[in-house]
């Protein structure tokens, strides 16, 4: 069989995972309306926090040693075995350390109920531990079908089943720490079976050190990475408390719902296909310009309907007792754009290795994050929410002006693949919104409202891109849709055969 280019397996990846990510998409906006009229906002503030502090906690688990196994080109034995080992021992202390300082961490948010929260909370350590070398052996082999259904599967099993019978039944906050626990075991089992691990507690010095050389970069930028999507909730739950925290993260949920798993996806195609394919500038240049191009034609609409329907969406989705949701939703969705399209220099600038150049940036990030975050605050989640889309901007540049200076693209040629996705948000703003206007004036519900309109904006959208192929005027749209072709192509010549 012949190889496939370098577009095709991206999209072979991006394929099921996207796909996956549809699914995921319908199942956690579903997931989350039975949800919100189960479990209370300040529920929701508790294990907002909680969450914040083991995902921080995680990344000293691992140091940078998985995505190091997948950036790495010769990779022996030895390197597996040492970064199972030292991923193995560090959850282990991360563990004993999330124990002791639980109630250190509770007095830090005011929330005495987050100390048996952290204390279970932490036990998805070990499991993540055990995992990480079958999950970056998953990824650098590029088994995207098996990830995409494992990401599926996990979120339907630990959310849709036992986070929600559990809430049915009153459980409450333990609700959504069971669903998470769940989560992480059944990934664990998904990983292991696909990619087998020979538990052999081995550790070599020299093996560790050329891991540690990309992953400890990694984990610093990392953190600094984290630190920035994380110090907004952070400052909401040390100053405004659990329900505004609880108010605050579900408008993020919903803002990122359709984005989030888009971005997950092309970074875990991104990243080890540009690995791949480090020393070829010429090529990398493409992708990354193709992918800044897609990322704008996808977010600056979608940013456009949430603003203009954000009171139906909360209204339908999780209804009155979160009309507070509204408007932080609406400052978050103006900065979308920015949001999602940092994550293609992310993943570029992690495949060519430049770790460090990007730590510094994300520190600088998180403390923007946290300075406009606090300064907002005054003026309530609102504010916050301001501060936040204000330092996610600044981010976006600062890692664009690194992805640009590594592969020496023009300034002129990187804002140029922004122009259609900025137009298509100016066409699809206004008959949506004097629709809306419309439906206002005849008093029709918010589910019909938030459908129709719904439909119309999509139907403007997907018209447009029909344009844009048939006539040949975007590149990048052009480029996706024959790429797509070709992919549906080849799965009827493998299913013929198979006949």
């Known amino acids: 069989m012949a190889k496939k280019s370098l577009g095709l397996t991206s999209l072979d990846g991006f394929s099921w995972l996207f796909s996956s990510s549809i699914g995921k998409i319908v199942a956690k906006i579903g997931i989350l309306a039975v949800l919100a009229r189960l479990v209370t906002p300040a529920e929701f503030g508790l294990i907002g926090a909680a969450t914040i502090v083991v995902t921080f906690a995680k990344m000293f688990t691992e140091i940078g040693m998985g995505p190091a196994l997948v950036q790495r080109k010769e990779l022996d034995n030895i390197h597996v075995y040492t970064a199972f080992s030292t991923s193995l021992v560090l959850?282990?202390?991360?563990?004993?350390?999330?124990?002791?300082?639980?109630?250190?961490?509770?007095s830090f948010f005011n929330m005495p109920p987050l100390i048996e929260i952290l204390k279970i909370?932490?036990?998805?350590?070990?499991?993540?531990?055990?995992?990480?070398v079958s999950q970056s052996q998953v990824q650098r082999n590029l088994y995207f079908k098996w990830m995409a259904i494992t990401e599926l599967i996990t979120y339907i099993i630990g959310y849709g089943i036992v986070g929600t019978l559990m809430a049915y039944f009153g459980y409450g906050v333990w609700a959504l720490v069971g669903a998470l626990i769940v989560q992480s075991i059944v990934k664990m089992i998904f990983y292991l079976i696909k990619s087998p691990v020979n538990f052999k507690l081995k550790f070599d010095f020299i093996a560790f050190k050329e891991l540690w050389y990309f992953g400890g970069g990694f984990t610093l930028s990392k953190i600094g990475n984290y630190l920035a999507n994380v110090g907004d909730n952070i400052v909401i739950g040390r100053y405004l408390g659990e329900a505004a925290l609880g108010f605050y993260s579900r408008a993020h949920s919903l803002m990122v719902a359709p984005t989030q798993p888009l971005g997950s996806a092309l970074d875990k195609v991104i990243f080890p296909v540009m690995s791949s394919i480090q020393g070829d500038t010429k090529k990398m240049s493409k992708a990354y310009l193709h992918g800044v191009g897609i990322f704008s034609i996808i977010s600056l609409p979608i940013s456009v309907y949430f603003v203009l329907f954000a009171n139906e969406i909360v209204l339908v989705l999780l209804g009155e007792d979160w009309v507070e949701v509204i408007l932080p939703l609406q400052v978050m969705a103006c900065g979308l754009i920015f949001r999602l399209g940092y994550k293609m220099s992310g993943s570029l600038t992690k495949a060519l290795?430049?770790?460090?150049?990007?730590?510094?940036?994300?520190?600088?990030?998180?403390?923007?994050?946290?300075?406009?975050?606090?300064?907002?605050?005054?003026?309530?989640?609102e504010g916050a929410a301001l501060g936040t889309v204000v330092a996610i901007t600044a981010n976006y540049f600062m890692m664009a002006q690194l992805s640009i200076k590594m592969l020496n693209i023009d300034w002129v040629?990187?804002?140029?693949?922004?122009?259609?996705?900025?137009?298509?948000?100016?066409?699809?703003?206004?008959?949506?919104?004097?629709l809306n206007m419309y439906l206002d004036y005849l008093y029709i519900g918010?589910?019909?409202?938030?459908?129709?309109?719904?439909?119309?904006?999509?139907?403007i959208y997907f018209f447009l891109i029909w344009i844009?192929?048939?006539?040949?005027?975007?590149?990048?749209?052009?480029?996706?849709i024959k790429l797509a072709k070709q992919k549906m192509d080849i799965m009827r010549g493998e299913r013929s055969i198979e006949g």
């Open 446 to 459: 918010n589910i019909s409202k938030l459908l129709i309109s719904s439909i119309l904006f999509a139907f």
């Open 468 to 480: 844009c192929y048939f006539f040949k005027l975007n590149k990048d749209v052009d480029w996706f």
């Open 413 to 434: 040629l990187y804002f140029r693949r922004h122009l259609l996705g900025i137009l298509m948000a100016l066409i699809c703003v206004f008959p949506a919104f004097y």
């Open 353 to 381: 290795g430049v770790v460090y150049e990007r730590a510094w940036r994300q520190g600088l990030y998180a403390i923007l994050i946290f300075t406009l975050a606090w300064i907002g605050h005054f003026w309530g989640i």
């Open 91 to 106: 959850a282990f202390i991360c563990y004993l350390f999330l124990y002791l300082l639980a109630p250190v961490i509770a």
């Open 121 to 132: 909370l932490g036990i998805i350590f070990l499991i993540e531990g055990i995992a990480v």
